[in-house]
Antibody, heavy 117, light 110 residues
């Protein structure tokens, strides 16, 4: 069974940093693109970032480009999202998601990031 | 990277059909056959219902179907059931390894 378990969310002040982690199990992690998707309170899903299988290629939504960095450790079956210069509008539940045929076929339960002073 | 446009709400009685539209541009929906649809019950993880415009993952009932014409994709839920009440989002590949979601549609089973 595919499992994606996010951690690292919490309360952070504006301008601060936070690193999210996603522990993957139940599949060959190194064979799949991985993504982060977020959902602000009361709002819709928004794609944030994706990374290819070996970590050599990444892409980002314009809203986070230059502030967020996606990475992965295939030896540890773990996906990361390093977030810096956080803003109030980054407040959201962040989902770790497995990619499949340019879709998102397995989702974690999400971790809440709150940016507030 | 503008969000794809979906109607805010849709509804139908049990057993009826409901169709949700998802409008983008030639740079996303119209440019690639990589439209997908997700069912999201609040507080739970979203679930993939349709990928590559019209393909169903294993375990998704055939009551769910997808299609595309030009820059607009559609999800049809036939034989509505109470458990189909949820938020639905479309998504599309948008080129250069970027992706975009729709604005979301709340489906109510009357």
């Amino acid at each position: 069974e595919v499992q994606l378990v996010e951690s690292g969310g919490g309360l952070v002040q504006p301008g601060g940093s936070l690193r999210l982690s996603c522990a993957a199990s139940g599949f060959t992690f190194s064979s799949y693109w991985m993504h982060w998707v977020r959902q602000a309170p009361g709002k819709g899903l928004v794609w944030v970032s994706r990374i290819n299988t070996d970590g050599s290629s990444t892409s980002y939504a314009d809203s986070v480009k230059g502030r967020f960095t996606i990475s992965r450790d295939n030896a540890k079956n773990t996906l990361y999202l390093q977030m810096s210069s956080l803003r109030a509008e980054d407040t959201a539940v962040f989902y770790c998601v497995r990619g499949f045929s340019n879709a998102f076929d397995n989702w974690g339960q999400g971790t809440l990031v709150t940016v507030s002073s | 990277q503008s969000a794809l446009t979906q109607p805010p709400s849709a509804s139908g009685s049990p057993g009826q059909s409901v169709t949700i539209s998802c409008t983008g541009t030639s740079s996303d929906v119209g440019g690639y056959n990589y439209v997908s649809w997700y069912q999201h019950h609040p507080g739970k993880a979203p679930k993939l219902m349709i990928y590559e415009v019209s393909k169903r993952p294993s375990g998704v009932p055939d009551r769910f179907s997808g299609s595309k014409s030009g820059n607009t994709a559609s999800l049809t839920v036939s034989g509505l059931q109470a458990e189909d009440e949820a938020d639905y989002y479309c998504s599309s590949y948008a080129g250069r390894n970027n992706f975009v979601f729709g604005t979301g549609t709340k489906v109510t089973v009357l």
